[in-house]
């Protein structure tokens, strides 16, 4: 959540961040909610030291005593609405964006950073990921519904090798490997801002009251809830492999076709919990092992800053990496990084000792290592003319095959 201090403060400034966010008429009603709160308070205060008398009290003071103590209790039934609605809005209002992040509300609207390689460029029709064989959609939505794969085969293995490949890339750089649970309290997704406003995208699990979660960044950010951490320490670097859910609300007709829009799928997440001064460096220094992965594969992308209207209600700035996709003839978001400011640390009461032992929320930041859309743009980049895949070496360690091809749902491997 934002600093109730700063609204207080700094109103116009914050609003003026805000409407890029859509939210500046949210804030129009905290502002109002939290003036109206504070006059209770104030009146709640002043009604309760006139129940405190002095000495010993005559009619007429104990008739004017009786009257305070029901203005009392009206006032205090007044003031536990006023903090309730409060807090309701203050849940609502969403991190304002930094000042470098463009305008806009949508997709289009982000702004290319760089590009990086060339497309492919195919001398036979383009094959989808799913012409290439091994998801198999049907069967999974026979299953599970819709939006549900199996990946089997050779996909299955060059998927796992993608996971540790990205796994040990991130712990070369310092990133402690961690296996979360994906079940998680109402609190850890209100701690990370996806409930109340993003709820609807959420798998509930109403008999336990427990979430599944959409990224491992919610048990990442949480394993240091309520605690106070070291400055000296910082940053505090994990990297969370976990397998993922989403409803995907509002995405109905959407990438319909294929496996790049599911309700399942598994993520290597990284995660820092830094300094605040040093947030920016950490942003940016999560993209580049994001750009070091993808250029590893060899995969032609782009980067490109999120616009405000875009962002998600954590997120003061957000980097996505879009790869080609072959058969869409369009770059595509594979991996996302997202400084979320002190958003997430004051929801999560995580905190730091400073060098001069005051305290300090840490800033928070999130960046995908890896996700199954990552192997759908290397399946489809790397296609032959014959229906078959060449595998980058660099996979192999890992357990994926050099090359493989399949055809009417049966397999052939070449090791």
Wanted: with cysteine; glycine share 6%; charged share 30%.
């Amino acid at each position: 959540m934002i600093d109730i201090r700063l609204v207080r403060s700094e109103p116009e400034e914050l609003r003026r961040a805000l409407a890029r966010k859509g939210a500046g008429e949210l804030l129009d009603d905290l502002i109002e909610a939290d003036e109206a709160w504070r006059q209770l308070t104030s009146r709640v205060d002043e009604l309760r030291a006139r129940t405190k008398l002095k000495g010993k009290p005559g009619p007429e003071e104990l008739a004017a005593l009786q009257q305070v103590k029901v203005d009392l209790q009206e006032t205090e039934a007044a003031l536990t609405e006023a903090d309730k609605r409060r807090a309701e809005l203050l849940d609502r209002v969403p991190n304002p964006p930094a000042p470098d992040v463009p305008d806009g509300t949508s997709e289009e609207d982000a702004v290319e950073v760089k590009r990086v390689g060339e497309p492919a460029d195919f001398a036979f029709e383009v094959r989808d990921h799913v012409e290439l064989g091994g998801f198999d959609l049907e069967r999974g939505a026979r299953l599970s519904g819709s939006r549900f794969a199996y990946r089997r085969g050779a996909i299955a293995l060059v998927e796992l090798a993608l996971y540790r490949f990205a796994l040990a890339k991130v712990m070369d750089h310092g990133f402690e490997p961690v296996l979360p649970p994906v079940l998680v309290r109402a609190e850890a997704m209100y701690g990370t801002g996806f409930l109340p406003t993003d709820e609807v995208n959420i798998y509930r699990v109403e008999r336990d009251d427990l979430y599944l979660t959409g990224t491992s960044e919610v048990a990442l950010a949480s394993i240091h809830q309520d605690e106070m951490l070291d400055g000296r320490e910082l940053p505090a670097r994990y990297a969370g492999y976990s397998t993922c859910f989403r409803r995907e609300a509002g995405a109905a007709g959407r990438e319909t076709r294929g496996a790049f829009r599911v309700h399942q799928f598994d993520k290597v997440e990284m995660f820092a919990f830094t300094d605040p001064e040093l947030s920016p460096e950490e942003h940016e220094r999560i993209l580049s092992i994001e750009e070091e992965i993808v250029q590893s594969l060899d995969l032609a992308y782009r980067v490109v800053c999120t616009a405000a209207g875009d962002l998600g209600p954590s997120a003061a700035k957000k980097y996505d990496i879009e790869a080609w996709f072959p058969s869409q003839e369009r770059y595509r978001e594979i991996t996302s990084c997202s400084n979320t400011t002190d958003y997430q640390a004051r929801r999560l009461n995580v905190r730091y000792r400073r060098e001069d032992r005051s305290l300090g929320l840490v800033h928070t930041l999130n960046g995908t290592a890896m996700t199954a859309r990552v192997l759908i743009a290397l399946v489809e980049t790397r296609q032959q003319a014959d229906g078959s895949v060449d595998v980058p070496a660099v996979l192999a360690d890992y357990g994926a095959p050099q090359t493989f091809k399949y055809c009417h749902q049966r397999r052939t491997v070449a090791p």
